[in-house]
């Protein structure tokens, strides 16, 4: 698996027992949409979401800081969706609702462009 990584990382406000099982559902759902784990990337980033009076609350992250966490490569997560704590959703979001939830995660979203797929889940930044 390729991976990408800033080169000052936050650190993510969860645990590793917590977040590894939900690493291994994205990276199991990039397999079964049609991909092979060498064709797969593993990317990390540290993310800004500044506050934006016209932002959807329903479809955008809250401001802060969050560490986001993508699974991309040429394969099929499904169709385009997003995920929030509470949100009513369907697809491969829904199947990962309590994965996502005991993860921490804040916000999640797949997107399809073509024939490549991208799962990405944001983590806030850890403060200690």
Known sequence: MNTERPPEL???DTELERFVPLLGEMIAAG???????ENLT??????VVENDSDADPVHEPVPGEYVGVTV?????F???ARWQPG??????LMELDE????AGVRFAYIRRIENKGS???FLNRSRT
């Open 99 to 102: 994965r996502l939830k005991v």
């Open 10 to 12: 936050w650190e993510a």
């Open 87 to 92: 949100a009513v959703v369907s697809g491969r």
């Open 72 to 76: 991309s490569g040429v394969t099929n």
């Open 119 to 121: 799962f990405t889940v």
């Open 42 to 47: 593993l990317s990390v980033s540290n993310i």
């Open 78 to 80: 499904g169709p385009d």
């Open 31 to 37: 397999l079964s949409g049609g991909s092979i784990l």
